[in-house]
């Protein structure tokens, strides 16, 4: 999953229960009271709009949920990220670690009713690295270690002799070394399978636009208003209880994610704001989902922006800012970020890695680097998502002062969510905030995907020799423990370098309703979430 999200994302999730006259007169049904499983109801969620609806072209967390929905992949990672089967059932790893053998479930169909065979796993994977595309997906880079990835990928081979089909329901893959984290590598929604004759037919923009996958929910429609999606009954784990998913669209206007709506009790579920969160702790027939978000909130800085190409001012900039007061702002639901890695994440240490809060520290290394008292230094343009909440705006006042204390003006642009994506995409966002959740439970899914020279997520122009050295070394480190150190070394060296500056680590919590069940949300975020076993219990009161 291409986990890029507004760092104030703060999703709204909706339920609507189906139902007819005799469910106005159903009890509420308590917690604690062993539940059959009733089927019905449609799911409602506000989420931003997604691009598209194609694994190879996942972007954001608001692309990911509903291809999360849609499609499977090889494998998958259940709510404690251990790898779990998916579309494979067996797999077999040799014991130099390099040779990868899939057996495929009989009987998998799309919703088309065509057959799941290895021929479409190897179109899938091919797909990601196909030279004719020129912005490749995260997974790309990932896939590199596959043997004769780069000579396909670049043009230079016809072939990706490391893919082959082996007959119809196995796939082996070879890498050219080994990869401790390849099976969670498979897991991402980049890696989700799609059907070679269905996409050859329609052709790649009309399948972006109406998928074909093998999950839990088919694609149902798609408008200016909202995502539905329809429960898929012939679904290879089971067909869902949920009727179905709709996915309104936030109105552009409005800066309300939904908790006012909660509040009213016209929604089942919704991501608190921190402005909200102690009405809901006190609220009976709420129940709240806490779990470890496995993401970091930072500023990121254009290496090639002017008045930000100097290290030393960008390290200005880092010292300056008072990572303890943001984390301070929300302390319910912000970790102080001490590095890159989040907390949960293999190789994350509590030990400060990041530039210590020093105003005096930063005045003296802009007066170093020939601006003393920050003059010279033009006002710096920040791009940042619409403010959800108190919280968020605070947070752009208190960066805003910090950096003025140093003599550094920060001038904050407040842009929609896909305004923001364009500016940041287009390189023209001198400095900008986002959160970023992990693809995978590894250190690459940060320290990778963002600082990979060349890589499509490399948004600080960070073009560094030492850092692409170290990563091709981590990529090859079969020992945990040594992995781990270098991991750690290369985070440090980065946030030396400071083409970021880490803001906090997110909590995640979610209220529901005591008449949502099923609903278990995961570190890696919102993008993840599965449905195929959420159902719904009328409530007292409901209408159908």
Same mark, same amino acid.
């Given at each position: ?35 059959? *499983? ?8 506000? !989420?931003?709009?997604?691009? +598209? #609806? %194609?694994?190879? =072209? &996942? ?90 990835? *780069? ?8 072939? !990706?002799?490391?893919?082959? +089909? #082996? %007959?119809?329901? =196995? &796939? ?100 608190? !704001?921190?402005?909200?969160? +102690? ?111 108190? +919280? ?153």
């Amino acid at each position: 999953m291409r986990s890029l999200a507004a760092a104030s994302l703060i999703a709204t999730l909706a339920i609507t229960l189906s139902c007819d006259s005799s469910d106005a007169e159903s009890r509420t049904l308590s917690p604690t009271v062993v539940q059959v *499983p009733v089927r019905g109801g449609e799911f409602r969620m506000v !989420l931003e709009a997604p691009v +598209a #609806l %194609d694994p190879a =072209t &996942v972007d954001s967390v608001y692309d990911a949920f509903p291809v999360h929905q849609i499609f499977d992949g090889i494998v998958a990672l259940d709510p404690g990220l251990n790898v779990v089967p998916a579309l494979a059932d067996t797999w077999t790893i040799s014991r130099d670690g390099r040779l990868y053998s899939f057996h495929l479930r009989t009987g998998v169909r799309f919703h088309d009713g065509s057959p799941l065979t290895s021929d479409d796993v190897v179109f899938s994977i091919r797909r990601l690295l196909d030279p004719k595309v020129e912005k490749k997906s995260i997974g790309a880079s990932y896939l590199q270690v596959i043997d004769g990835a *780069p000579a396909y990928a670049s043009g230079r081979a016809r072939e !990706l002799v490391g893919l082959q +089909a #082996l %007959d119809a329901q =196995t &796939v082996q893959i070879s890498l050219t070394h080994p990869y401790l984290s390849f099976l969670e590598v498979l897991a991402m929604d980049d890696l989700r399978i799609v059907p070679r004759r269905t996409v050859t037919a329609m052709g790649e923009a009309a399948f972006r636009r109406a998928p074909i996958g093998t999950g839990p929910f088919k694609f149902g429609s798609w408008t200016k208003e909202s995502l539905t999606l329809v429960a898929n009954p012939d679904y290879f784990g089971g067909a869902p209880y949920l009727d179905g998913v709709v996915i309104h669209f936030p109105d552009p206007k409005r800066r309300d994610n939904g908790n006012a709506k909660f509040l009213a009790g016209e929604t089942e579920i919704v991501e608190p !704001l921190p402005d909200t969160l +102690a009405t809901l702790l006190q609220d009976p027939t709420v129940e709240m989902h806490r779990y470890q978000d496995l993401s970091l909130s930072f500023m990121g800085l254009n290496t090639g922006a002017r008045g930000l190409q100097d290290e030393r001012v960008r390290r200005a900039i880092a010292m300056a800012i008072d990572r303890k007061g943001l984390a301070d702002l929300a302390p319910s639901n912000r970790r102080e970020a001490q590095g890159i890695l989040p907390p949960g994440l293999p190789g994350y240490s509590a030990t400060p890695k990041a530039m210590p809060f020093d105003p005096e520290g930063a005045r003296s290394l802009l007066a170093e680097a020939g601006h003393p008292e920050g003059r010279g230094v033009p006002p710096i343009h920040f791009y940042t998502a619409q403010a959800t909440s108190s +919280a968020n705006a605070k947070t752009n006042e208190l960066l805003v002062r910090n950096l003025a204390a140093v003599g550094i003006r920060l001038v904050v642009h407040e842009t929609t969510w896909s305004e923001l994506i364009t500016h940041i995409e287009d390189n023209d966002a001198p400095a900008f905030q986002l959160g970023w959740v992990a693809d995978l439970p590894d250190p690459d899914a940060f320290l990778r995907t963002l600082f990979e020279p060349g890589g499509s997520a490399n948004y600080f122009s960070f073009l560094d020799r030492p850092t692409a050295q170290a990563l091709e070394r981590g990529v090859s480190e079969v020992n945990p423990m040594q992995r781990t150190k270098l991991y750690r070394e290369l985070e440090r060296s980065i946030l030396e370098k400071a083409p970021l500056v880490p803001l906090f680590h997110s909590v995640g919590m979610i209220a529901s309703r005591r008449t949502v069940h099923g609903f278990k949300p995961g570190p890696l975020g919102i993008g993840s979430l599965d449905l195929e076993h959420v159902w719904l219990s009328p409530a007292t009161g409901s209408r159908g």
